[in-house]
């Protein structure tokens, strides 16, 4: 069984910084992708970033130049660090990645963590 597990949301103001990170556990044989994604209130869920395990990175157009993704596999960790964050940027994030299990290659996904851009 795969978990993933977020950290680091919270409340921030307008130009601030915050970094989330994502943390998977269990019988993990290869992580390929990982993205994060957000979802703000009424809103579909958006792609954010995404990395490959070949060390390439896409950015959503509305964070580029703002945030960084990054993974450590060794660790089974990712991060998305975020700076001169905009109230537009107020969404629940979530963590996803692509492993492989066993036999298996499944996608996973954290449970949400929230993160507020407001003065």
């Known amino acids: 069984q795969v978990q993933l597990v977020e950290s680091g949301g919270g409340l921030v103001l307008p130009g601030g910084s915050l970094r989330l990170s994502c943390a998977a556990s269990?019988?993990?044989?290869?992580?390929?992708?990982t993205r994060w994604y957000r979802q703000a209130p009424g809103e579909q869920r958006e792609l954010v970033a995404s990395?490959?395990?070949?060390?390439?990175?896409d950015y959503a157009d509305s964070v580029k130049g703002r945030f960084t993704i990054s993974r450590d596999d060794a660790k089974k960790m990712m991060d998305l660090e975020m700076s001169s964050l905009k109230p537009e940027d107020t969404a629940v994030y979530y963590c996803?990645?692509?492993?492989?299990?066993?036999?298996?290659?499944?996608?996973?996904w954290g449970q949400g963590t929230q993160v507020t851009v407001s003065s």
């Open positions: 996803n990645m692509v492993i492989r299990t066993g036999a298996m290659t499944g996608y996973y």
């Open positions: 990395s490959t395990n070949g060390g390439s990175t």
């Open positions: 269990g019988s993990i044989i290869s992580i390929y992708a």
